[in-house]
Nanobody, 125 residues
Framework: QVQLVESGGGLVQAGGSLRLSCAVS????????MGWYRQAPGTKRELVAH???????NYTDSVKGRFTISRDKAKNTVYLQMNSLKPEDTADYYC???????????????????WGQGTQVTVSS
């Protein structure tokens, strides 16, 4: 059974930085693409960053140039470095293994496991 344990969230002022970690156990971590998602109150959970098993990355437009996703296969951990944080980044953040699918020229991401507890990020103005 796969376990996802997110950590590193907290309260930070606008312009500050946080580094989130996601420890993955019980799965073939090195062979899976991974994604970081976030969900603000009253909104749908959205994918903000994706990293393939080979290390290529993709980001949603709102975080490009500010967030960096990375992975350490030896530690079965994926990270999200968040810089220049904005109040609109406030949300609960989750990681998961994903399958990246392409259809009609667009990419879609299918979550492969149950969600972990997430980690809360609050950015004050």
């Amino acid at each position: 059974q796969v376990q996802l344990v997110e950590s590193g969230g907290g309260l930070v002022q606008a312009g500050g930085s946080l580094r989130l970690s996601c420890a993955v156990s019980g799965s073939a971590f090195s062979g899976n693409d991974m994604g970081w998602y976030r969900q603000a109150p009253g909104t749908k959970r959205e994918l903000v960053a994706h990293i393939s098993s080979g290390g290529s990355t993709n980001y949603t437009d709102s975080v490009k140039g500010r967030f960096t996703i990375s992975r350490d296969k030896a530690k079965n951990t994926v990270y999200l470095q968040m810089n220049s944080l904005k109040p609109e980044d406030t949300a609960d953040y989750y990681c998961n293994a994903v399958e990246r699918l392409q259809y009609a020229g667009k990419f879609y991401y299918r979550v492969l496991n149950a969600w972990g507890q997430g980690t809360q990020v609050t950015v004050s103005s």
